[in-house]
């Protein structure tokens, strides 16, 4: 077993909500020349997986696992190696009844203040997930992956790292260091047993207020989407100036 540099949260041009800027064959030779063994491209309610981008990926070393940000009630759930030939997931008891030994569900930014974001949900169905997600948007003043890092404690569950991409610039800041042979059951399994190292850092002020504006650009507006980023980026500029998190 090697420790393989993992990001299982990233975002590509196929994504059909958001305007990314690379696709998913950049961001794959991207990851080869930052030395990553394991990604998941995790677009939103959209598969982007194909025998061509794994072996595209093996190629370059990389062990591409198949992977969806799924809107299920509203809220954000990663899913990992879920069969999703069968449609999209209506509800959290229809993920739970799809899990399986070599799948995974992560709560992706779980306590961030957002509507889509699982907060109070995470709380409901703890049952439901196999891992947390550690976000690499925080920095010494801000950091909602505190209360995530509590519930991982209390529920005994493991951390992973993820980038949640939108832009190149965010992609590398944080990832997963994960103990396992270079098979993606093995991976997941290795998960699922706590052999994940989550490696990350706080961010300079600029730098953290610079990709909260860039990802902005990326957003496909609606009413409710602008609603969701101001209300977003009100709560955490209320934080900084109080010292709340």
Known sequence: MTLLKTDLHIHTKEDPEDRISYSALELIDRASAKGFDVLAITNHQE????????????????VLIPGVEATIRGKH???LNMPF??????????????????????APHPFFPSPTCLNGQLEATPHLFDAIEYSHFYNHRINYNKQALRFARKYGLPVVGNSDAHIPDQFGLTYSLVEAKKDPDDIIRAIKAGRVKPVSRPLPFTQLIGIF???GTTKRFTWKRALELLCTGAVSIGGILDGRL
């Not at 794994?54 to 990389?62: D, H, L, Q, T």
């Not at 030939?85 to 992560?106: M, T, Y």
């Open 213 to 215: 504006m860039r990802v």
């Open 47 to 62: 598969l982007t997986y194909s025998p061509r981008l794994k072996s595209y990926a093996a190629e370059r070393g990389i």
């Open 85 to 106: 030939e069968n449609g999209r997931f209506n509800s959290f008891e229809d993920v739970l009844k799809h899990k399986a030994a070599d799948n995974l569900v992560i």
């Open 77 to 79: 759930v990663l899913l």
